[in-house]
């Protein structure tokens, strides 16, 4: 049953999207499995597939890495981008980077974490900002909590980041006095309510 839950969930994620202001994505997290049994394709097939984020969960190996793969692959061809999610807690998020090239990859909220003060994770940080570029990926700090940690991963060049020291989670629809600002002196974008 587990497919069936999580496509019943991404259906009443999906159910929402026309709430959605164009340029403003909705992202789903998906199995490897559910990615390879074809329905997924058949849930976002649809004028606002662009609009779409698979993001590909690790709760799972790639037992069905080919099929998986074919299946990313029409999923692009509807113009969904493909995500690779928590980025940095496990080995099979860097097999999945090389394998799946993603759109976005969302690096774990561990790396993000203390980043100002823990060399070993900046370095990391700057490799991933590195082949994120290498491979036209838009790269997503996760977990931001704090100023410092904020302005570490600015300087490291992470393009966009969430977390609660950006914005708490909110209800759609957006309140009126909600708003998207820039983080100056970055590409790093955030919701922010004002």
Known sequence: MGI??????????????????????????????TIASGRLAELIDGPSADQVVVEIAEREG????????????????????????????AYASLRRMV??????????RWLSMNVGSDAAR??????????????GATLVAEGIETADELRVLVAAGVDQGQGEFL?????????????CVAVKHSRMAATAMT
């Open 4 to 33: 069936d839950l999580e496509l019943a969930a991404i259906r009443a994620a999906l159910a929402e999207l026309p709430r959605f202001p164009r340029g403003l994505a909705l992202s789903v997290n998906a199995s490897p499995g």
């Open 62 to 89: 790639n037992h069905e890495l080919p099929t998986t793969l074919d299946r990313l692959l029409e999923l692009r061809d509807l113009g969904t981008r493909i995500a690779v999610d928590n980025v940095g807690v």
């Open 99 to 108: 394998q799946f090239l993603p759109d976005v990859v969302k690096m774990d």
């Open 167 to 179: 914005s708490p989670p909110g209800p759609l629809p957006l309140p009126a006095h909600g708003r």
């Open 122 to 135: 900046r370095a990391l940080v700057e490799a991933l900002v590195h082949f994120s570029r290498q491979i």
